[in-house]
């Protein structure tokens, strides 16, 4: 079983030609694109009993992720995403991010995980984000762990603070995936490729196996232990960019697990990975996000659009 835990919320996307809803959340996303990819995977997260919420769990039942967090009294969260000409998309928030009683449910739910992924809003903005901090040190003994740091800074403006918190979930993680926006934002002046290498060293021996970056029209480019490697991203027409980075982390992880690298009795195996192995995973993953930024909203492909995909190139 595959863990996502984070945010779920709606996201109202108005382009220059109307205004439309889709069901979104950076985790969420990544738990409806793993499992679209064919992996058993349970989402931790929020959302409340109203419409919004009614569609949130009507998205994740629709692509079979488990649902262990009952809905609650709040409203659900909502994401507002002003898409230009050009496709690219800027947000404004309205959230509330808590899960109470997680801790006491934690062995319950994380039994027999092999891998917890978790970023985003979820790591930063309080109560929650403490709640997900002690929930991947739990599960960091059994289970690798992936980590998205997707940062936003109309949500958590204070940099000082995100560059700490962000370090801390790096420390602990396996597996690490960051937008060359991210880097900049969190690094000014630093090249992005550099900011990537000092992450692989945070931890020690118990930090990241693997940073990847995401770089647009440039394409991915990671490190592991074993060396660098990079991809061209694949040549589409953009719908837009909603999702477009958690398609590529599902599908990052996808690859991961396809290789029978998740679990913490792999983390060497992991770490070890050759370059051309690391390509050849981002390759895949950098496919899943073209598929993405092809249509409207976050919308990640299925295991059959991937294996049509590979058979057509």
């Given at each position: 079983?595959l863990?996502?835990?984070?945010?779920?919320l709606v996201?109202v996307v108005r382009?220059?030609?109307?205004?439309?809803?889709?069901?979104?959340g950076s985790?969420l996303?990544?738990a409806v694109?793993?499992?679209?990819?064919g992996h058993?995977v349970?989402?931790?997260?929020?959302y409340g009993?109203d419409?919004?919420?009614?569609?949130i769990?009507a998205?994740l039942?629709?692509?079979?992720v488990?649902?262990p967090?009952?809905?609650?009294?709040?409203?659900?969260s909502?994401?507002t995403?002003v898409v230009?000409?050009d496709?690219?998309?800027?947000?404004?928030?309205d959230?509330?991010?808590?899960?109470?009683?997680l801790?006491?449910r934690?062995?319950?739910m994380?039994?027999?995980?092999?891998?917890l992924?978790?970023?985003?809003?979820?790591?930063?903005l309080?109560?929650g984000?403490?709640e997900v901090?002690?929930?991947?040190?739990?599960?960091?003994?059994?289970?690798?762990?992936?980590?998205d740091p997707?940062c936003?800074?109309?949500?958590?403006?204070d940099?000082?603070f995100a560059?700490?918190?962000t370090?801390?979930?790096v420390?602990?993680?396996d597996?690490?995936?960051a937008?060359?926006e991210?880097?900049?934002w969190?690094?000014?002046?630093v090249?992005?490729r550099d900011s990537a290498r000092?992450?692989?060293?945070l931890?020690?021996?118990?930090g990241?196996?693997m940073?990847?970056?995401t770089r647009?029209?440039?394409?991915p480019?990671?490190?592991?232990?074993a060396?660098?490697?990079e991809?061209?991203a694949?040549?589409v027409k953009?719908?837009?960019?909603v999702?477009?980075?958690?398609?590529?982390m599902?599908?990052?992880l996808?690859g991961?697990?396809?290789?029978?690298?998740?679990?913490?009795?792999?983390?060497?195996?992991?770490?070890?990975?050759p370059?051309e192995i690391l390509?050849e995973?981002?390759?895949?993953a950098?496919?899943a996000?073209?598929?993405?930024?092809?249509?409207?909203?976050?919308?990640?492909p299925?295991?059959?659009?991937m294996?049509a995909l590979?058979?057509?190139?």
């Amino acid at each position: 079983m595959l863990t996502v835990i984070g945010e779920a919320l709606v996201d109202v996307v108005r382009r220059p030609s109307g205004e439309e809803a889709h069901v979104g959340g950076s985790p969420l996303n990544v738990a409806v694109g793993l499992a679209r990819l064919g992996h058993p995977v349970q989402f931790i997260g929020r959302y409340g009993q109203d419409p919004y919420g009614d569609a949130i769990a009507a998205h994740l039942r629709s692509s079979s992720v488990l649902v262990p967090f009952p809905p609650d009294g709040k409203p659900s969260s909502v994401a507002t995403a002003v898409v230009g000409d050009d496709g690219a998309a800027s947000y404004t928030f309205d959230l509330s991010w808590e899960l109470p009683g997680l801790a006491d449910r934690l062995p319950f739910m994380l039994q027999g995980a092999s891998l917890l992924h978790t970023g985003s809003i979820a790591t930063m903005l309080e109560p929650g984000a403490s709640e997900v901090l002690a929930a991947v040190e739990y599960a960091h003994p059994n289970a690798t762990i992936s980590f998205d740091p997707n940062c936003r800074p109309s949500i958590i403006t204070d940099k000082d603070f995100a560059r700490e918190r962000t370090e801390r979930f790096v420390a602990l993680a396996d597996v690490v995936k960051a937008s060359d926006e991210d880097l900049e934002w969190l690094y000014p002046g630093v090249d992005v490729r550099d900011s990537a290498r000092r992450w692989l060293s945070l931890g020690g021996k118990q930090g990241p196996a693997m940073v990847v970056v995401t770089r647009g029209s440039a394409g991915p480019w990671g490190i592991t232990g074993a060396g660098e490697a990079e991809v061209p991203a694949p040549k589409v027409k953009v719908a837009d960019t909603v999702g477009a980075g958690d398609s590529f982390m599902a599908a990052l992880l996808s690859g991961i697990v396809d290789r029978g690298l998740d679990g913490a009795q792999n983390r060497q195996d992991l770490r070890a990975m050759p370059a051309e192995i690391l390509r050849e995973i981002m390759a895949h993953a950098a496919s899943a996000a073209a598929v993405t930024v092809s249509r409207a909203g976050a919308n990640p492909p299925t295991r059959a659009e991937m294996n049509a995909l590979a058979a057509a190139q």
